[in-house]
């Protein structure tokens, strides 16, 4: 009742005072159907495709490749043992 008050029974609306909200502008799920189906059919859309290589090519990320440094040998000390001997 809170989120569809035009579903009111006319006893709710004289006791909660329901005669003073308007009916709903459209069918909130029919305009959501209709918008899922525009918005998927231009995904579809080569152009679309197109448009996403554009913006990933100028928009994308910008690190390069990892640069790994040259490792440097460790000195090991004669005293330390070895794990694998």
Same mark, same amino acid.
């Given at each position: 009742?809170?989120? %569809?008050?035009?579903?009111?029974?006319?006893?709710? +609306? /004289?006791? #909660?005072?329901?005669? %003073? #909200?308007? *009916?709903? $502008?459209?069918?909130? /799920?029919?305009?959501? =159907?209709?918008? =899922?189906?525009?918005? &998927?059919?231009?995904?579809?859309? @080569? $152009? *679309? +495709?197109? /448009? %996403?290589?554009? $913006?990933?090519?100028?928009? &994308? *990320?910008?690190?390069?490749?990892? @640069?790994? =440094? !040259? =490792?440097? !040998?460790? +000195? @090991?000390?004669?005293?330390?043992?070895?794990?694998?001997?």
């Amino acid at each position: 009742m809170i989120h %569809t008050p035009w579903l009111m029974t006319p006893a709710q +609306k /004289e006791r #909660y005072g329901g005669n %003073t #909200y308007i *009916s709903p $502008v459209c069918a909130h /799920e029919q305009a959501a =159907r209709v918008a =899922r189906k525009a918005v &998927g059919d231009f995904r579809k859309q @080569q $152009v *679309s +495709k197109t /448009e %996403t290589d554009r $913006v990933l090519l100028r928009h &994308g *990320s910008r690190k390069g490749p990892v @640069q790994k =440094r !040259p =490792r440097v !040998p460790s +000195k @090991q000390q004669s005293d330390q043992l070895s794990l694998f001997d």
